[in-house]
């Protein structure tokens, strides 16, 4: 299936805002591919600290296992084992991902491989074959690269309305994850789309970068960009314009991050909870150190400047209760951002999932009406949820927010229900 093709497929995404009920999620559970992370190496893939696999596995499995209770969740290797058979989709995929590996001998081998062994490849990465020198240095490298990010599926691909963002994303580590995305919304039957807003694969330049971590759907025409150090202004530029002219997105706000800041994108400062709340990071929205917001319209020659987000999002009809994460301490505020304490996802409007341990944010959601249930109560059903509560179910993801990320990084809704 071509391009021309993919942009005339009958819709079967649509995601207008980032509270509404959540009817279809996609998600990856780590798997090997975090084994390739070491100490030496953790920062060439974008970490902080390693991760235990399988406790991150149990983990990241119940957290699944909530959202299910709520809507359904695809996975990404299931999502590719229904189409990599297909000889087009084999075919785009060996060879898009060849530009990434550059083995011509790799590339025949990945043509001939199995389907299942093909996906692991992929996932799992091929380490190089070790040299005299590589093995007196106890030195490994791949052949391809191992995707150790996958399970924070939000930042390759992001669902607008009825189209497609795919990301550019900022490190070569991360490349092949644009790549299987596309694909899936490129072949997937059960993705029918309205097209690529923005396809990150075909963008060359080292300067336009865009991950979804750093995109906000607030209302159908209303969306908040993180200008940050993982997305560059020239690709929010094409971006906001595709935005416009293929989503109908009529205001953008644009939130400029510090260069060098504990938050990657700005779902690490800033989410939506309900239609009335949003949790955030104090220090970057309150006082002096607070980020300015620029008001982008597409077509318009310029943009405003505001002093704060919350003065902007007034000019464009949103009003938004803010909820402090880490609650009044400072030393609170900052060690919960960083334990992706205001990287809440919801499964439908004031009903949000995220880390039991961001413990003095969770009274502050208490605090503003919000019932905090315990995970395992809740699947057990010990504690209910119901239809007119506001709730959040905590979980426990001591090793998952290792790799830097909460329940909005590790969720791609691809459906849900218009909030407005």
């Given amino acids: 299936m071509s391009d021309t093709n993919q942009q005339s497929r009958r819709p079967l995404v649509r995601v207008t805002s980032e509270i509404g009920r959540l009817r279809t999620v996609i998600c990856h559970t780590p798997g090997p591919e975090l084994l390739a992370v070491t100490p030496s190496n953790r920062e060439q893939y974008l970490y902080d600290d390693i991760i235990d696999l399988e406790q991150a596995r149990r983990e990241h499995q119940r957290f699944r296992a909530i959202l299910s209770r709520f809507s359904e969740v695809l996975d990404v290797r299931d999502l590719l084992r229904d189409i990599v058979d297909e000889p087009e989709v084999r075919k785009y995929l060996v060879g898009r991902v060849m530009e990434v590996a550059s083995s011509e001998p790799l590339g025949g081998e990945l043509y001939e491989m199995p389907g299942e062994a093909l996906i692991a490849r ?3 990465g091929k380490e190089a074959p070790q040299g005299p020198v590589s093995k007196l240095l106890h030195k490994v490298s791949y052949e391809l690269p191992p ?5 924070f599926t939000r930042d390759a691909a992001m669902v607008v309305n009825e189209g497609v963002i795919i990301g550019a994303m900022r490190y070569a580590v991360r490349w ?4 299987l995305m596309k694909a899936l919304f490129l ?4 993705l029918g789309n309205g097209g690529f807003i923005y396809d990150g694969t075909e963008e060359l330049r080292s300067d336009y970068t865009i991950e979804g971590g750093d995109v906000l759907i607030l209302r159908p025409d209303l969306a908040m960009v993180g200008l940050s150090e993982r997305s560059s202004p020239a690709a929010i530029e094409g971006l906001v314009e595709g935005l416009k002219d293929k989503a109908g997105i009529d205001h953008v706000l644009l939130v400029v991050l510090p260069t060098e800041s504990p938050a990657i994108h700005l779902d690490m400062i800033f989410t939506m909870v309900d239609r009335t709340h949003c949790v955030v990071y104090p220090p970057y929205f309150f006082g002096p150190s607070r980020l300015p917001v620029l008001h982008y319209r597409p077509g318009d020659a310029g943009v405003k400047a505001y002093d704060d987000v919350f003065s902007a999002l007034k000019q464009v009809g949103m009003e938004l ?3 402090w994460c880490g609650g009044q301490h400072p030393t609170r505020q900052e060690r919960e951002q960083w334990s992706s304490g205001c990287n ?3 499964v439908r409007p004031g009903v949000v999932l995220g ?3 961001n413990e003095a944010t969770m009274r502050e959601m208490e605090r503003e009406g919000f019932k905090v249930v315990d995970a395992i109560d809740f699947l057990t059903g010990a504690t209910e949820v119901e239809e007119d509560d506001r709730a959040v179910i905590a979980f426990e993801g001591a090793e998952l927010v290792r790799g830097g990320g909460g329940g909005r990084c590790m969720t791609m809704p691809v459906c849900r229900d218009d909030a407005w």
């Fill in 187 to 190: 072949y997937h039957p059960m």
């Fill in 321 to 323: 209760q803010p909820i």
């Fill in 147 to 151: 995707l150790p990010n996958l399970f």
């Fill in 344 to 346: 809440f996802v919801a």
């Fill in 122 to 124: 992929f996932i799992e």
């Fill in 355 to 357: 880390y039991s341990r």
């Fill in 176 to 179: 092949t994850e644009e790549l």
